[in-house]
T-cell receptor
Framework: AQTVTQSQPEMSVQEAETVTLSCTYD???????LFWYKQPPSRQMILVIR??????QNATENRFSVNFQKAAKSFSLKISDSQLGDAAMYFC?????????????FGKGTKLSVKP | DVKVTQSSRYLVKRTGEKVFLECVQD?????MFWYRQDPGLGLRLIYF???????EKGDIPEGYSVSREKKERFSLILESASTNQTSMYLC?????????????FGPGTRLTVL
């Protein structure tokens, strides 16, 4: 069974600085999908960024980018120019390509604080 | 604007009560999910449904059941609530058309069982 590990329960960053959140996963599959979700204090989970495993190029969405290292099974999230509104829980998630009806397997989350 | 709504933001129930958590999506999605979120444990899948009247157990189905009578609505039922079911419950939906698509989440229901 696949597992997702987020080794940093809490992180802190200064406003306007850059922070990287770690995510590793365990799988025997070669094709899969990876996601980062953000859950602010309002509790509404929203998608931040996603990556298809067969794509070599790292995904980027404005200030958010990933460092996808397939061989190392690592999928870290980099937030550049951090803003106060980036303070939230961040969850890394894995989706298998086959037989799972689209289920996501989540890590335990990283709580990001942004200091003004 | 896509939307997943949940019937209550906060709910307080007593031990032994039957509890219904309702989730409605307006995106015509085939697939719907119920998760439980606890500090330090992340999101754990309770049940999911890939079609009306179809359901499958997730990782932690014990003590829960679900109902999906209409495509847009997916209910989570606690037959006899217990204090260890005090938690945040999140509903999500997914179109199923491509695995690249995200799941859309509701705002969550924080349930307290006394």
């Amino acid at each position: 069974a696949q597992t997702v590990t987020q080794s940093q329960p809490e992180m802190s960053v200064q406003e306007a600085e850059t922070v990287t959140l770690s995510c590793t996963y365990d799988t025997s599959e070669s094709d899969y999908y990876l996601f980062w979700y953000k859950q602010p204090p309002s509790r509404q989970m929203i998608l931040v960024i996603r990556q298809e495993a067969y794509k070599q190029q790292n995904a980027t969405e404005n200030r958010f980018s990933v460092n996808f290292q397939k061989a190392a099974k690592s999928f870290s999230l980099k937030i550049s120019d951090s803003q106060l509104g980036d303070a939230a829980m961040y969850f890394c998630a894995y989706r298998s390509r086959g037989g799972s009806q689209g289920n996501l397997i989540f890590g335990k989350g990283t709580k990001l604080s942004v200091k003004p | 604007d896509v939307k997943v709504t949940q019937s209550s933001r906060y709910l307080v129930k007593r031990t032994g009560e039957k509890v219904f958590l309702e989730c409605v999506q307006d995106m015509d999605h085939e697939n719907m999910f119920w998760y439980r979120q606890d500090p330090g444990l992340g999101l754990r899948l309770i049940y999911f449904s890939y079609d009306v009247k179809m359901k499958e157990k997730g990782d932690i189905p014990e003590g829960y059941s679900v109902s999906r009578e209409k495509k847009e609505r997916f209910s989570l039922i606690l037959e006899s609530a217990s204090t260890n079911q005090t938690s945040m419950y999140l509903c999500a939906s997914w179109s199923g058309t491509t695995l690249y698509n995200e799941q859309f989440f509701g705002p969550g229901t924080r349930l307290t069982v006394l």
